[in-house]
């Protein structure tokens, strides 16, 4: 007679290699790997059909495009470097901006310096700026925050026009305009996953420090942000990788000038918003792949950035390790 407690025991064996379970578990592994080879080959793919646009500018200018300071349709002459000053120039300062907001917004919505009831609330009204469409936060810099900056920017000028950041009489528009509005864009992305790292740091470190007789500050400062470094500078990474492609909300605020000017006053262009102005008009083949060749050099760029990036978090890993 079989013995139906042996059935049972088969039944249970949760390290059995067969049967649905295995061939769903080896599905799933092998979709995984698909959408992970699909990325990549688009990735690949991307590059690829921006390089061979990009062809005609590249075989005319070389590499002497990424120094060369001329933007001439008419003459045909581009060079790509006062694009690559704005780009970077605006992310950084929105990047000084938004990194001390973004971790301050963290903090207080995910230690209990506000009530429960207070502390949801704020936090979902920041992230709910990342919902704000971009064309919607560039015409509120327009009408908006424009008015609002002028006197300050005039005041700059006339208290410290001897400091070349502010050596030029403001217009409105211009590099700090645009570096304000995209740290207002990325403050939402910065704040939502430090918060979340934050909150997933071990509440044990945080009495360990205070038994040791650390302030609340102190600990803060010396245990719960270096425990959390990582995930805050993998948050400042992606919120870069925004303000370095946004388009529209600069455009609007920049004054698209292409020119290089110490001065945070002055008005410049970026590279996304030279392409947003330009692209659907440009008919000469060199125009175009001088316009694709930017695109080609923000991907460079962007890739360099994020590279940067996943080996400061190893080494800030390490380091906690």
Request: net charge negative.
């Amino acid at each position: 007679m079989e013995n139906p407690t042996k059935n049972l025991d088969a039944e249970l064996d949760i390290t059995a290699g067969g049967g649905l379970n295995l061939w769903l578990n080896q599905g799933f592994t092998w979709l995984v790997y698909g959408v992970a080879i699909c990325t990549a080959l688009t990735l690949f793919w991307l590059s690829w059909v921006i390089l061979q646009q990009a062809l005609p500018a590249i075989q005319q200018f070389g590499l002497g495009f990424l120094s060369g300071s001329e933007w001439n349709i008419g003459e045909l002459k581009f060079g790509a470097l006062p694009f690559i000053y704005g780009t970077l120039v605006s992310s950084a300062i929105a990047l000084l901006i938004a990194v001390p907001v973004g971790v301050s917004v963290a903090l207080v919505t995910s230690e209990d310096f506000l009530p429960p009831a207070v502390r949801s609330p704020i936090a979902f009204v920041v992230e709910l700026i990342a919902a704000i469409p971009s064309v919607i936060i560039g015409l509120w810099g327009i009408f908006v925050l424009i008015p609002f900056l002028l006197p300050l920017q005039q005041w700059l000028f006339d208290q410290a026009s001897f400091i070349p950041l502010f050596s030029t009489p403001p217009s409105g528009p211009g590099l700090l305009t645009s570096g304000i509005v995209l740290a207002i864009m990325i403050v939402p992305t910065i704040a939502a996953i430090s918060r979340d790292v934050l909150l997933v740091v071990p509440k044990e470190l945080r009495s360990a420090s205070m038994a040791l007789g650390a302030t609340r500050w102190e600990s803060i400062f010396r245990v719960l942000l270096p425990s959390g470094a990582s995930g805050i500078l993998g948050a400042s990474t992606l919120a870069l990788g925004r303000a370095l492609g946004e388009t529209m909300a600069v455009t609007m605020v920049i004054g698209n000038s292409p020119q290089i000017n110490p001065s945070l006053l002055e008005l410049s262009s970026t590279i996304p918003s030279v392409l947003a102005t330009q692209f659907a008009e440009a008919l000469d083949p060199l125009h175009i792949g001088s316009l694709m060749y930017l695109s080609l050099i923000l991907f460079v760029i962007t890739l360099l950035v994020n590279i940067a990036a996943v080996l400061l978090v190893r080494v800030l890993g390490h380091k906690q390790a």
